[in-house]
Structure formats: structure tokens, C-alpha cells
């Protein structure tokens, strides 16, 4: 195929159309990356006076840290759980909400509503829900004899900050799942029906595997989400407690730097973060085109 | 194998738009009905409600002995080609092919048997452990036949099933699609906008318009007899001429035998002559306007005098008439159509 190609009269034109991008991502984006890479390999006296170079011992020591090991425990049963849940209830939206047919707009308009809300707003709307003291759904679950407290209960905790991630994350999955349902012919649903496949069948043996392509990008994208972008829920919630219970990756960067004042080593596991999500985008690339068409 | 009976069958959708009103259809085991018309008339809702994709909002549908009014599709025991194929992309063409049977519980070595029987008598044997996006256009239409057949239904239902296909390819599968037919005799009601294919692939044809059927009859029996002016302009190719009766009696040349209330006069391209006939015959003067060479015929469009709308002319060969000449159209009394301008039936 040929394609257009346009030519400038001035040489710097070119160069000064893509500067602004080019500044960006360097203040925002590489400056920071690689003081974070330089800061991984430095330690500093308790008071901040005095810096030494260590190499990679602050990583070697991440890896021999049960605390840090935890944590990637934690994150990976987070990460899992947040993206299962909000796919599969995005997925039962879409599924209904795509056999209407008249208020598909109207429905569409309110499951998307939820993704507006910034994440903290999100997860002190939850830390009201759950409170053990004031909360409503404590109170109900106490009526059915079960004793609710994430602040002392780990288990509790989980549910509580995978509920409070995923539901943000529903809206997002929902509208991808709803244009990936759109985008299936009609006719092939029919035919199969013609072919004697009940409604369920219909689903998990058409429909589904169709979908496959939209799955797996969210997949990807809600990973990427429950791993990096639910600081701000955590933050609200449970603040990483009770007893390290919910300390995700991400928090923990925050929680060691800015609160433990460990730069050395926040540094390093942001560095490790990074290299989690540059493999993560990679997997996606790959995978994505290979699998487009089925 | 059965008998499928269409009893004044109505639908109206929810808007109120009524796409069938009134349709009434008695299909004989093993017969090949053609549904024609033009986009919007009726015909694929009609196949749908066949098929059970859509509703029926008034009338009986007797498929065999049953009254499948209320039944799901997957329960009326019949196949259906799409016009898309409609094959699953994510399976191989021997998944397509086994997909009904394994709803239906057959048995893994009948279902092999099955498909391997389908898949010699369409010719795609050798792709079936391909997946449809690496078949051809012609490749798939097999798939999708191939994929109604193993089913052995009571019926086969084709919705456009040739109109994604190029020219030559088109003409191929008809023909393949015909054999078959004729072979498994299995009853078939087949849609198409396409004249030709209606009237090559039809044991009897349906021409519909508006929701309602204009013509019900054998292909030459339509052809030769078109019952109303719309059967007339749509089955034939080049259409058929109309001519105003009032034109005829002012130029002295409508013929005394015509049947009263005729005020339209029809006449097959093919059935206008340049050289005078025998027998009793109609008798026109014009002057070429087009003289267009189709290989082994050729269409001339004539203005009529004093009448602004041409006629086509269909002759062998190329005529030796040049643009701009005047000449002499006669037309055999027996070749005639009269129809009726306000009704727009014939009046014979």
C-alpha cells in the first residue's frame, strides 16, 4: 500500500511540532525514572547526611525481606481477585444490557457514571460503607450473625479494598465488553441457535471465545490497574493494615519512602514495579496482534 | 423431508411497519420455492419467520405435521445458509460442520461419518482442519451448505446465500446448489433479489412485493404470464417494455383485440422486431437512441415517436442500424401483455 508522504519546507518544523511530547516525556517520565534508578542503588544515613553507593544490595536485600515477599503475595491475590471480579461482573452487565433494546442507552449511561469518580472519592465512599462503627453493610452482615472488621480482620480487609478497586473498574470493562458484544454478527448467533444451541450454550461457545480478543486486552489493562493505579483506594481504605495485610507493591513504595524514609530501598522496588509493567506492556503488544483475529 | 405450509402469515413490527401481510404458501416434500423481489418487500422476514428468527404475529407455519408457530428454531428442524456464511471464525471448518450435531447429542463416530460424507459431496475434504478466514469466498459458501447438509434437515432455508460472490463464481455455486437440491430432495425455500437465479434455481417461484405475493407459478409460467405490471418489470432481463394505450390509439396503431380496461400495453425486448412479421402484429416508428453490443446479442434503445420514454430492442448479433436512424418496430399481437394502470394486473 502506498501511503502519503508529506514533506516540510522548513528542517526544524518537524523537530519543533514534536518538542512539547519530547519535553514531556522527559521532565515527567525518564528524568524521574532514572533517579529512581540512580536513588536504587544509594543508601542514606538515618538523618540524610551522608549517601553511599551499594550497588545492587538494596535489591538483594528486597528479595531476602519476608516483608517485601508478602507483599507480592498480597498484590498478586489483589491483583487476581480485583480483576476476576470486575470482569466477570462487567461482563454480566454487558450480556444484559445488550439484550435491551430500547434502554441500552439509558442503562450504558449509568454503569458508566461509576468510572468518573476519582479513586480516593471512591475509597472513602467504601470506608463509610464498611465502617465497623458507622457502616451499613457491617451492620447488615451483623444481622446475619457475621462480625465484620477489616481493621482487625486481614480476610475482611481484602474483600473490602478488592470490592472498592473493582467497582471503579467495572464501568471501564463494561463499555469494552458491550462494543466487543456489538461487533459480534448477529447472524452467527442465530446460527448457532439454528443449530440447536441453547441460550448458555450460545454464550460459552460462541459468544465467549468471540469476545476473547476484548478479554484478554482488559485482562491485561485491569492487571496493570489493580497493580499500579489503586494507591489512592488503599490509601483510603486500609491504609496497607491490618498487620501489612493489604500493603500492595505500589503502597509499600510509598509507605517505605515517604513514611519509613528508606529511599534507597522505595526506590528500588519502584524500579522492580517498573520493570513489572514494561513486561506486562510487552505481553500485551505481542499477544494482542497475534490474537485479534482469532 | 417435509411439507411446508404457510397459512396468512402477518408480521408488524414493533413500529408498526408491516413487513408480511397476508402471505400463503403451500410447498410441496422436495420442492425448490424461490422467494423474489426487490429489497423491502418482504422476503427475508418471511425466511426468518420460517426459521423461527423472527416472530410470527399472525398466521399458522406447518413444517411437516407440526405447527412450529411457537417452537424455537433449534426445534423446527431445519438448516440455514446466510448470506455473510455466518461460519464461526474461531473454528475449523470440520467444527462448523459438527457444531449442530454435538448440540444434538449425535455420537462422535456418526458425527465423523457425517461430516466426512458432507465434506466429499461439497468438495472440501481437503480444508477442514482450516479455519473459514483462510477460505476463499466460493470455499466458504461450500462450508455453509456443507454445514446445513450434515444436519439432514426436513428443509433448507438460503437467505441470499450468492450475493456476497463474484459473477462467475455465482453462477457455479447456482448451479451446484441446484444439483444438490435435486439430488438429496430436500424442500428448500430460497431468497433472492436476483431475477436470473429465481429464475434458473426454481422449481415453482414466489415473486413478492409490498408484504404481499404478486405471482405464484413455474419460472416460464411467470415469464411467459406475468400477472400483474410489477411480476412484468421485475422477472426478465432487460425489463420488459410498457407502453401507454393512450400512445398506441393516437398513433392508430392499438390493435382492436385488446381486452377491455387495458390501458398498458407490455412487450419483451426480445418479442420487438425490426423486420415485419408475419401474422397480425403491432406496428411502431422510432429513431435509435443507443445502440448498445452485448457480444452475441446486442440492445437497441428506440424513441417512439412523440413518446419520450425508449424502448429496448434485444437482437441477435449486431444490427446494422446506426444512432439517429429512424426505424420501423413491429411486434406479434400473440407477444402482447395488456395490463390494467390503475389495478396493475394483466386484463387477459
Same mark, same amino acid.
Given at each position: 500500500m502506498q501511503t502519503k508522504r508529506m514533506t516540510f519546507n522548513s528542517r526544524w518544523l518537524p523537530y519543533a511540532l514534536l518538542a512539547p511530547q519530547v519535553i514531556i516525556t522527559l521532565v515527567f517520565f525518564v528524568w524521574p525514572a532514572s533517579q529512581a534508578l540512580w536513588q536504587s542503588m544509594l543508601r542514606q544515613d538515618p538523618f540524610g547526611l551522608r549517601t553511599t553507593f551499594v550497588w545492587f544490595q538494596n535489591f538483594e536485600r528486597l528479595f531476602e525481606d519476608s516483608h517485601? @515477599? =508478602?507483599?507480592?503475595?498480597?498484590? @498478586?491475590?489483589?491483583?487476581?481477585?480485583?480483576? @476476576?471480579?470486575?470482569?466477570?461482573?462487567?461482563?454480566? +452487565? =454487558?450480556? %444484559?444490557? *445488550?439484550? %435491551?433494546?430500547?434502554?441500552?442507552?439509558?442503562?450504558?449511561? +449509568?454503569?458508566?457514571?461509576?468510572?468518573?469518580? =476519582?479513586?480516593?472519592?471512591a475509597g472513602v465512599l467504601w470506608w463509610f460503607i464498611f465502617n465497623p462503627s458507622v457502616g451499613i453493610l457491617p451492620y447488615i452482615l451483623e444481622g446475619f450473625g457475621y462480625d465484620w472488621n477489616h481493621r482487625l480482620d486481614a480476610g475482611d480487609a481484602m474483600i473490602l479494598v478488592v470490592v472498592a478497586a473493582a467497582w471503579k473498574q467495572i464501568s471501564y470493562n463494561f463499555l469494552f465488553f458491550l462494543a466487543g458484544l456489538h461487533s459480534i454478527p448477529q447472524s452467527l448467533v442465530e446460527a448457532a441457535a439454528i443449530d440447536g444451541a441453547s441460550r448458555t450454550k450460545r454464550f460459552w461457545t460462541i459468544i465467549f471465545p468471540l469476545l476473547s480478543p476484548t478479554t484478554f +486486552?482488559?485482562?491485561?489493562? *485491569?492487571?496493570?490497574?489493580?497493580? +499500579?493505579?489503586?494507591?489512592?483506594?488503599?490509601? =483510603?481504605?486500609?491504609?496497607?493494615?491490618?498487620?501489612?495485610?493489604? *500493603?500492595? @507493591?505500589?503502597?509499600k513504595v510509598y509507605r517505605d519512602g515517604f513514611v519509613g524514609n528508606n529511599l534507597g530501598s522505595s526506590a528500588a522496588q519502584s524500579v522492580i514495579l517498573m520493570v513489572i509493567v514494561i513486561a506486562l506492556t510487552v505481553v500485551q503488544f505481542r499477544w494482542i496482534e497475534r490474537r485479534v483475529n482469532y | 423431508m417435509a411439507r411446508i405450509v404457510i397459512d396468512d402469515l402477518h408480521k408488524v413490527y414493533a413500529g408498526g411497519v408491516k413487513a408480511v401481510t397476508g402471505v400463503s404458501l403451500d410447498i410441496a416434500d422436495g420442492e425448490m420455492i424461490v422467494l423474489v423481489g426487490p429489497s423491502g418487500c418482504g422476503k427475508s422476514t418471511l425466511l426468518r419467520m420460517v426459521a423461527g428468527l423472527e416472530t410470527i404475529t399472525n398466521g399458522t407455519l406447518t413444517i411437516g405435521d407440526r405447527?412450529?408457530?411457537?417452537?424455537?428454531?433449534?426445534? #423446527?428442524?431445519?438448516?440455514?445458509?446466510?448470506?455473510?456464511?455466518?461460519?464461526?471464525?474461531?473454528?475449523?471448518? #470440520?467444527?462448523?460442520?459438527?457444531?449442530?450435531?454435538?448440540?444434538?447429542?449425535?455420537?462422535?463416530?456418526?458425527?465423523? #461419518? #457425517?461430516?466426512?460424507?458432507?465434506?466429499?459431496?461439497?468438495?472440501?475434504?481437503?480444508?477442514l482442519d482450516r479455519k473459514p478466514r483462510a477460505l476463499s469466498g466460493g470455499q466458504r459458501q461450500r462450508v455453509a451448505m456443507g454445514r446445513a447438509l450434515v444436519r439432514e434437515p426436513a428443509a433448507f432455508l438460503f437467505d441470499e446465500p450468492l450475493s456476497n460472490l463474484d459473477a462467475k463464481l455465482r453462477v457455479q455455486m447456482r448451479v451446484e446448489i441446484r444439483q444438490l437440491q435435486r439430488r438429496l430432495r430436500t424442500t428448500s425455500l430460497y431468497v433472492t433479489h436476483d431475477q436470473l437465479e429465481a429464475l434458473t434455481m426454481a422449481d415453482r417461484l414466489v415473486v413478492l412485493n409490498g408484504g404481499v405475493i404478486e405471482q405464484v407459478g413455474t419460472p416460464m409460467d411467470v415469464y411467459a404470464k406475468p400477472a400483474s405490471v410489477f411480476v412484468a418489470g421485475f422477472i426478465g432481463s432487460p425489463a420488459m417494455n410498457m407502453i401507454d394505450a393512450g400512445y398506441l390509439r393516437d398513433h392508430g396503431s392499438m390493435p382492436a383485440e385488446m381486452p377491455s380496461g387495458t390501458d398498458i400495453v407490455g412487450v419483451r425486448p426480445d418479442d420487438l422486431l425490426l423486420a415485419k412479421p408475419e401474422g397480425p402484429h403491432l406496428a411502431l416508428q422510432g429513431t435509435v437512441a443507443l445502440l448498445e453490443p452485448a457480444g452475441a446479442e446486442s440492445h437497441i434503445y428506440v424513441t417512439l415517436d412523440g413518446n419520450s420514454a425508449p424502448l429496448t430492442v434485444r437482437v441477435q448479433g449486431l444490427p446494422s442500424v446506426l444512432e439517429g436512424q429512424g426505424v420501423p418496430l413491429y411486434a406479434p399481437l400473440s407477444a402482447l401483455h395488456p395490463f390494467n394502470k390503475a389495478s396493475g394486473k394483466r386484463t387477459d
Open positions: 517485601y @515477599l =508478602a507483599s507480592m503475595k498480597t498484590t @498478586l491475590i489483589f491483583s487476581v481477585s480485583t480483576t @476476576l471480579l470486575s470482569m466477570s461482573v462487567a461482563l454480566l +452487565f =454487558a450480556v %444484559m444490557v *445488550n439484550r %435491551m433494546i430500547r434502554s441500552q442507552n439509558a442503562y450504558s449511561t +449509568f454503569l458508566v457514571w461509576p468510572y468518573a469518580v =476519582a479513586p480516593a472519592i +486486552f482488559l485482562m491485561v489493562v *485491569n492487571v496493570v490497574y489493580a497493580m +499500579f493505579d489503586t494507591f489512592g483506594v488503599i490509601h =483510603a481504605t486500609t491504609e496497607g493494615g491490618p498487620a501489612q495485610a493489604t *500493603n500492595i @507493591l505500589v503502597y | 405447527v412450529v408457530n411457537d417452537l424455537e428454531p433449534a426445534d #423446527r428442524d431445519i438448516a440455514m445458509v446466510f448470506q455473510n456464511y455466518a461460519l464461526y471464525p474461531h473454528m475449523t471448518v #470440520r467444527g462448523n460442520l459438527a457444531y449442530g450435531l454435538k448440540n444434538r447429542g449425535v455420537s462422535k463416530p456418526d458425527i465423523e #461419518r #457425517r461430516v466426512n460424507e458432507a465434506a466429499a459431496m461439497l468438495e472440501i475434504a481437503d480444508f
